[in-house]
C-alpha cells in the first residue's frame, strides 16, 4: 500500500522523501539491495539519482538514498530537495532511475565498478573505529557472528546484474512508493502524486 501526503510549512524549498518496504536484515535479498541502493543514491557523486538530477536537469543541491535493516522489516528511502515547481520532474526522473535498474542490466564493466566502489567505501568507514566498534555490535546482536572484510567483500562481488534487477523489480517498483512532501505554504503548483 503506498501513500501522497503534503505538508505545507514555512520553507522556502520542497522537501520530498521517496520510499518503500526493504529486505529485513536476515533477508537473502539484502546484499545485492545495499549493493543497488549505493548505485541508485549512495554517497558517491556518481550515484544514478545525483547524475540525473544534480549534474544532468541541475534540479537538486543534494539527493541521496539510504537503506536501513532491522531484524524484521527494512526501510528505502530516497530523499531530495528542490524548488517547489521542480518536484513533480525530480521525482519522474527518480522513477525512470529506478525502470532503468528494473529493466536494463547492468554490463561486466559496470557492476565491476559499482562492487569495487562499494568495497572501498565500507573498506574506508572501517577506518573509523568508533563506527566500527558499534557496527560489530550491531551485527553481533543480530547474527551472533561477525564477517571478515573478505568474506563481506565476497558477498558483494558474489551480486549479478541479472540479480539486481530482480531485487530492483521486487522491492522498488516505482508504482510501490510512498511519498512525503514538505512544501512552501505558497505553492500552487502540482506537487509529486
Given at each position: 500500500?503506498?501513500?501522497?501526503?503534503?505538508?505545507?510549512?514555512?520553507?522556502?524549498?520542497a522537501?520530498?522523501?521517496?520510499?518503500?518496504?526493504a529486505?529485513?536484515?536476515?533477508?537473502?535479498?539484502?546484499?545485492?539491495?545495499?549493493?543497488?541502493?549505493?548505485?541508485?543514491?549512495?554517497?558517491?557523486?556518481?550515484?544514478?539519482f545525483?547524475?540525473?538530477?544534480r549534474?544532468?536537469?541541475?534540479?537538486?543541491?543534494?539527493?541521496?538514498?539510504?537503506?536501513?535493516?532491522?531484524?524484521?522489516?527494512?526501510?528505502?528511502?530516497?530523499?531530495?530537495?528542490?524548488?517547489?515547481?521542480?518536484?513533480?520532474?525530480?521525482?519522474?526522473?527518480?522513477?525512470?532511475?529506478?525502470?532503468?535498474?528494473?529493466?536494463?542490466?547492468?554490463?561486466?564493466?559496470?557492476?565491476?565498478?559499482?562492487?569495487?566502489?562499494?568495497?572501498?567505501?565500507?573498506?574506508?568507514?572501517?577506518?573509523?573505529?568508533?563506527n566500527?566498534?558499534?557496527?560489530?555490535?550491531?551485527?553481533?546482536?543480530?547474527?551472533?557472528?561477525?564477517?571478515?572484510?573478505?568474506e563481506t567483500?565476497?558477498?558483494?562481488?558474489?551480486?549479478?546484474?541479472?540479480?539486481?534487477?530482480?531485487?530492483?523489480?521486487?522491492?522498488?517498483?516505482?508504482?510501490?512508493?510512498?511519498?512525503?512532501?514538505?512544501?512552501?505554504?505558497e505553492?500552487?503548483?502540482?506537487?509529486?502524486?
Amino acid at each position: 500500500m503506498s501513500f501522497n501526503v503534503i505538508r505545507h510549512k514555512d520553507i522556502h524549498q520542497a522537501h520530498v522523501i521517496m520510499g518503500a518496504a526493504a529486505p529485513h536484515a536476515g533477508h537473502p535479498d539484502r546484499h545485492a539491495f545495499q549493493l543497488l541502493n549505493n548505485i541508485l543514491g549512495g554517497p558517491a557523486m556518481t550515484s544514478r539519482f545525483n547524475t540525473a538530477l544534480r549534474e544532468r536537469a541541475g534540479l537538486v543541491y543534494t539527493v541521496e538514498s539510504t537503506y536501513s535493516a532491522y531484524p524484521d522489516a527494512g526501510l528505502w528511502q530516497v530523499y531530495f530537495g528542490c524548488d517547489p515547481h521542480d518536484a513533480p520532474r525530480c521525482r519522474h526522473l527518480v522513477e525512470r532511475e529506478l525502470k532503468q535498474i528494473i529493466t536494463t542490466p547492468l554490463t561486466p564493466r559496470q557492476l565491476r565498478a559499482a562492487q569495487q566502489q562499494y568495497c572501498g567505501q565500507i573498506g574506508i568507514a572501517r577506518s573509523n573505529r568508533e563506527n566500527y566498534a558499534i557496527s560489530l555490535g550491531k551485527t553481533y546482536a543480530l547474527y551472533g557472528h561477525v564477517r571478515s572484510l573478505d568474506e563481506t567483500f565476497a558477498l558483494i562481488q558474489a551480486v549479478t546484474a541479472p540479480q539486481l534487477q530482480i531485487v530492483a523489480a521486487r522491492w522498488l517498483n516505482p508504482e510501490h512508493l510512498s511519498t512525503l512532501t514538505y512544501a512552501p505554504h505558497e505553492t500552487s503548483y502540482p506537487l509529486p502524486r
